[in-house]
């Protein structure tokens, strides 16, 4: 990451990312994402956080279940070690650069491009016609995201990669129509061995909150037993642990916990299975369940203290909204500009 970060642009290195506040946060938004947010603090590049509300309402949110869940994100970033004095964390709809220039995009972006969104076809089905216009333009408005800031990196899961391709798009459309370079090429990161955490029930689904198993996903609230249970039960394979990763192939299941082990663990795949190489699922699960456990119950308990008094959630989101404006209130005033409006 860091020599990326260093190399990749003529930009200022700027790191962006955001998460969804729509249900609770999962295993796989930890490790895919907020995990490896927390890693990146400490490199010198500034970095912007964002809960990202307004992409959560392109499907039906419960109005006190949203605000509620933009709290709980906000803590579940904080307990995760994510420090608001070094990184900008702060709530979508509290910067309102994002939907002007996200109207912007919607008109360099083209239809053709959002239909061939995976998501869009996995999130809209067949009943397209009844999905909400959002929903269709959702990537403009996390192009908008993330070129408000002029960012350069945008650390993801897997599954989010499609989407950054497209901001990628929608800068080069936009700088080439112009006839300027005004908008950076962002690049995904996506590095280490969770940035597709699959379900625990099927190695071949990811790991989502929207998933209608329970059993399927670990979540952050999750206390210990629970955790425990839901590892003893997930899925694997009839044999045991291979020593080398090779072994894993075409081994869904199997190759998942053993990544979820390597990334809490902070090990590669094959220091994790230098030691447990051999070992039946019955004796590498409780390994599991006892290190997820260790990891995850001190964020739980940290977001339960946070969540106990939100005012002073309130008031880091106020601060990082009034940093956020202060970096995205220029390019936007400079895209008006380009663009030959008036505002
Ligand atoms: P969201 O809210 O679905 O997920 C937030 C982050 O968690 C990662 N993630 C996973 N990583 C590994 N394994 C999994 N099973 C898993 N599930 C989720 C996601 O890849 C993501 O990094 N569209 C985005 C939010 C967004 C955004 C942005 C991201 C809006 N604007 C600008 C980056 C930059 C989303 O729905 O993520």
């Not at 994002?98 to 083209?110: D, I």
């Not at 239809?111 to 996995?122: A, I, Y």
């Not at 081994?251 to 299975?273: C, F, H």
């Amino acid at each position: 990451m860091n020599e990326a970060v260093q190399t990749s642009s003529a930009f200022t290195p700027r790191v962006f990312s955001g998460i969804q506040p729509s249900g609770g946060l999962t295993l796989g938004n930890y490790l895919g994402a907020m995990k490896r947010f927390v890693d990146t603090q400490d490199t010198g590049v500034q970095s912007i956080y964002c809960m990202v509300d307004q992409h959560a309402i392109t499907v039906w949110q419960d109005p006190e279940k949203l605000r509620h869940a933009t709290y709980e994100l906000c803590a579940g970033y904080i307990a995760s070690g994510l420090d608001p004095e070094k990184s900008i964390l702060f709530n979508q709809s509290q910067v309102p650069e994002h939907a002007q220039l996200g109207w912007v995009f919607n008109c360099v972006a083209r239809m053709g491009w959002m239909q061939r969104m995976t998501q869009w076809k996995d999130k809209a089905g067949k009943n397209s016609q009844n999905a909400s216009l959002g929903l269709f333009a959702y990537p403009a408005l996390m192009a908008a995201d993330i070129l408000l800031y002029h960012a350069t990196h945008v650390p993801v899961g897997e599954d989010q990669k499609q989407h950054v391709e497209l901001t990628r798009d929608i800068a080069t459309k936009f700088n080439h129509d112009y006839g300027v370079d005004f908008f950076p090429i962002p690049e995904p990161v996506i590095e280490g061995t969770a940035t597709r955490v699959m379900s625990l029930r099927d190695g071949s689904k990811k790991m989502s909150k929207s998933d209608p198993s329970d059993a399927s996903r670990i979540n952050l609230r999750d206390d210990s037993d629970t955790i425990a249970k839901k590892i003893r039960k997930a899925k694997t394979d009839p044999e045991g642990l291979p020593s080398e990763a090779k072994g894993l192939e075409d081994r869904p299941e199997a190759r998942n916990l053993v990544n979820i082990y390597a990334a809490l663990n902070e090990q590669s795949v094959d220091q994790v299975l230098a030691d447990v190489g051999g070992k039946q699922f019955s004796e590498f699960k409780p390994m599991l369940a006892e290190l997820a456990v260790e990891k995850l119950s001190p964020i739980s308990s940290e977001m339960t203290r946070l969540m106990a008094d939100t005012s002073q959630i309130d008031a880091i989101l106020a601060k990082g909204a009034a940093q956020a404006r202060d970096i995205a209130t220029p390019i936007l005033k400079e895209t008006y500009k380009i663009v030959g409006m008036v505002g």
